[in-house]
């Protein structure tokens, strides 16, 4: 993906970035052998090609959850009823 202006690949200068969002992207960048600008440059293309509505990505992961829903095995515990209940008798 290249746009150009004027001939010219645009650029981004951020100011006042805080040092710990500065640190992790530093550190990711090396993590995966780029440089800062380039991780950026992926950090942000991804996170444009998200849905743009808190309403659409809310849907999303409650398909999802919907789809895939999380089981707990109670094991040796019993049901929370049996537990609490048990708790109280002591």
């Known amino acids: 993906m290249r746009?150009?202006?004027?001939?010219?690949?645009?650029?981004?200068?951020?100011?006042?970035?805080p040092a710990p969002v500065?640190?992790?992207?530093?550190?990711?960048?090396?993590?995966?052998?780029?440089?800062i600008a380039q991780e950026a440059t992926i950090l942000l293309t991804t996170a444009l090609a998200?849905?743009?509505?808190?309403?659409?990505?809310?849907?999303?992961?409650?398909?999802?959850?919907k789809a895939n829903p999380i089981t707990f095995d109670y094991g040796e515990l019993g049901p929370p009823e049996e537990v609490i209940r048990r708790d109280r008798d002591r």
């Open 3 to 17: 746009a150009t202006y004027n001939g010219r690949m645009p650029s981004l200068q951020i100011r006042d970035l």
């Open 50 to 65: 998200q849905p743009i509505s808190h309403k659409e990505r809310r849907r999303e992961i409650l398909a999802q959850i």
């Open 22 to 35: 500065h640190r992790a992207l530093a550190e990711r960048a090396k993590r995966e052998h780029r440089s």
